[in-house]
């Protein structure tokens, strides 16, 4: 998720300063937000002008506003699918991808270790939503570890199918001393 975004949507609540916000995208999401980064994104947001920066309070603290730019920009974003082209790389399909190409590297071995992992996850996540009288955005994000836990094991056991299937191509000649050296 984009922390602009994230904090902007918080912002259209009411005037946060910085700990403030990091506290309700943690309390909202789920995700962790390093400080540093909350008053980064700040300041780009303040240069950006998409919020402003408020008169500091009794206790010293500087809380920010979303300003009428900040509103139209986060609107736009609620309003904008997001592209599967936007997303970052998969770095468990580039891993396996890797692993059946990769000499030496038994990609059963790292299937299994994935599946392992994230059969743990998705225990956790059902134990925290068995536990959980969290807020809607809680149980949402969560609802969505848990789909994305389900659906990764769904396509390990396709991947573990197409390993048990595939027939490997003979090594190049060269490539065949150079297995038969090690």
């Given at each position: 998720?984009?922390?602009?975004?994230?904090?902007?949507?918080?912002l259209?609540?009411?005037?946060?300063?910085?700990?403030?916000?990091?506290?309700?995208?943690?309390?909202s999401?789920?995700?962790?937000?390093?400080i540093?980064?909350?008053y980064?994104?700040?300041?780009?947001?303040?240069?950006?002008?998409?919020?402003?920066a408020?008169?500091?309070?009794?206790?010293?603290?500087?809380?920010y506003?979303?300003?009428?730019?900040?509103?139209?920009?986060?609107?736009?974003?609620f309003?904008?699918?997001?592209s599967?082209?936007?997303?970052?790389?998969?770095?468990?399909?580039?891993?396996?991808?890797?692993a059946v190409?990769?000499?030496?590297?038994?990609?059963?071995a790292?299937?299994?270790?994935?599946?392992?992992?994230?059969?743990r996850?998705?225990?956790?996540?059902t134990?925290?939503?068995s536990?959980?009288d969290?807020?809607l955005?809680?149980?949402?994000?969560?609802?969505?570890?848990?789909?994305?836990?389900?659906?990764?094991?769904?396509?390990?056991?396709h991947?573990?199918?197409?390993?048990?299937?595939?027939?490997?191509?003979?090594?190049?000649a060269?490539?065949?001393?150079?297995?038969?050296?090690?």
């Amino acid at each position: 998720m984009s922390v602009k975004y994230g904090l902007l949507a918080l912002l259209e609540r009411g005037p946060m300063y910085g700990y403030q916000l990091r506290a309700a995208f943690e309390e909202s999401t789920g995700g962790a937000l390093n400080i540093g980064q909350v008053y980064t994104t700040l300041s780009r947001l303040e240069r950006d002008e998409l919020v402003r920066a408020l008169d500091e309070n009794e206790s010293g603290q500087r809380p920010y506003e979303i300003t009428d730019a900040g509103r139209t920009d986060l609107k736009t974003w609620f309003a904008t699918p997001i592209s599967r082209s936007d997303r970052p790389r998969d770095e468990l399909a580039i891993k396996l991808a890797l692993a059946v190409t990769t000499p030496g590297v038994d990609a059963e071995a790292v299937t299994q270790a994935q599946r392992t992992a994230t059969m743990r996850a998705l225990q956790e996540y059902t134990r925290l939503k068995s536990l959980s009288d969290a807020d809607l955005a809680w149980r949402l994000v969560l609802e969505s570890m848990i789909f994305q836990s389900e659906a990764e094991i769904r396509w390990l056991d396709h991947c573990e199918a197409m390993l048990a299937s595939h027939t490997p191509k003979p090594l190049p000649a060269h490539a065949e001393q150079e297995e038969t050296a090690r």
